[in-house]
């Protein structure tokens, strides 16, 4: 069984420029979960699906960052205008159900500079 | 809003010895409290979780205790091996919604 896959695994942006995140779930997986980890703190929760539906964005830092999900499958996070302090490893997980193990992908460094 | 607070930050024992990495949360509701192991250029694994309606879970030489009143939970590690070595984060989630709260990871050594 496949992992949850991320793309790209690193990448390099100058502040101001548009990036886009990619993230493949375990299949079957309805469950998808967007976080954020700056150097040497928490794992930050961003948002969660269920499916295609964004059930909690409760976590999102501004109107900067937009997620999708289109058809409940893979999911996309783009930051645009990119800033500083935006950089930082960003994870996808996915579970079955909630409360229950997440499958995290091996995130994307993503550097800002 | 929800907290984790994690601790320690770091943590250097000698191999065979014990490891204990303490949590605290902020929101009573909170039902489901997994641990997480990360290893260094890996992503965060499942190591162990235990839910509300129980005290304590062990699997082999890990242990999980849960104090629900005191809103605190604590890994234990026991005969601590070199491949024990990497960042541990403790979580929380069932806080009025379904996202998991993160504490903010502790990073392990154990010297051979």
């Known amino acids: 069984e496949a992992g949850v896959t991320q793309f790209p695994s690193h990448s390099v942006i100058e502040k101001g420029q548009t990036v886009t995140l990619r993230c493949d779930p375990i299949s079957g997986h309805d469950n998808l979960y967007w976080y954020r980890r700056v150097m040497g703190k928490e794992i930050k929760f961003l948002l969660h699906f269920v499916k295609e539906s964004k059930q909690d964005e409760s976590g999102m830092p501004n109107n900067r960052f937009l997620a999708e999900r289109t058809g409940g499958t893979y999911s996309t996070l783009k930051v645009q205008p990119a800033e500083l302090e935006d950089s930082g490893v960003y994870f996808c997980?996915?579970?079955?159900?909630?409360?229950?193990?997440?499958?995290f992908g091996q995130g994307t460094r993503l550097t800002v500079v | 809003g929800e907290n984790v607070e994690q601790h320690p930050s770091t943590l250097s024992v000698q191999e065979g010895d014990s490891a204990v990495i303490k949590c605290t949360y902020s929101d009573s509701a909170s039902n489901y409290f997994p641990w997480y192991k990360q290893e260094l250029g890996k992503r965060p694994q499942l190591i162990i979780d235990?839910?509300?309606?129980?005290g304590e879970k062990k699997d082999q030489r890990i242990a999980v205790t849960l104090n629900k009143t005191a809103k605190h939970f604590s890994l234990h590690i026991t005969e601590t091996q070199p491949e024990d070595s990497a960042v541990y984060f403790c979580?929380?989630?069932?806080?009025?919604?379904?996202?998991?709260?993160f504490g903010a990871g502790t990073r392990l050594f154990v010297k051979a």
């Open positions: 979580a929380a989630s069932g806080t009025g919604g379904f996202k998991t709260i």
């Open positions: 997980a996915s579970s079955p159900r909630v409360y229950t193990e997440a499958f």
């Open positions: 235990i839910r509300s309606n129980v």
